[in-house]
């Protein structure tokens, strides 16, 4: 018995969907990135089995309004632990989030309705409730290294049920 042929996403033909991330020019990568913040979030690694805590407490850089780096060229400059994303390293870190835009290309997933580069508007991904506007609860000048744990969140490891959705909700 075979299977039932895979229906067409609608994403078929976009950058995303032909070619390789190596094969993408640098607009292209970087336009992967959906805005959430997410990844800006300070983490916390158990050493005995590896799980990672997301917090709500963000990277000094992060602009917890806008969901992006306050000096993003010269973020590993002022930030030596910031991770910068690459096609190998994506298909690798255990942190990313399930809605990370380099995540789901790399897996050769689809990208979600809320995606800029789905819908043509970069305030969905708030719309859509995955961004970190609204929830950061401090930088990590703020807020000491010590008292993290007491700062772990699971919300930035899910997708919220609106996000999942398979288009954008009719208000």
């Known amino acids: ?46 050493e005995d089995t590896g799980d990672i805590y997301f917090t709500h407490v963000g990277c000094k850089l992060l602009d917890a309004g806008t969901c992006g780096c306050k000096d993003y060229p010269n973020r590993s400059d002022k930030v030596p632990d910031c991770v910068r994303l690459t096609p190998a390293n994506v298909r690798t870190l255990n942190w990313l989030p399930p809605s990370c835009g380099y995540k789901l290309v790399a897996e050769g997933r689809d990208l979600y309705w809320w995606h800029p ?3 043509g508007d970069p305030n969905t ?8 506007r609204g929830r950061v609860e401090g930088s990590e000048e703020e807020i000491p290294d010590a008292d993290l744990e ?19 909700p009719k208000d």
């Open 125 to 132: 991904v708030h719309e859509a409730g995955v961004s970190v």
């Open 150 to 168: 007491d700062h772990i969140v699971q919300w930035p490891a899910l997708l919220p049920k609106r996000a999942r959705l398979k288009r954008r």
């Open 1 to 46: 018995m075979t299977a039932a042929p895979k229906r067409p996403s609608g994403q078929e033909g976009f950058f995303w969907k032909t070619k390789t991330l190596e094969e993408m020019s640098g607009a292209e990568w970087e336009s992967l990135c959906d805005g959430c913040g997410r990844c800006c979030l300070n983490k916390l690694e158990d």
């Open 117 to 119: 580069l789905v819908s």
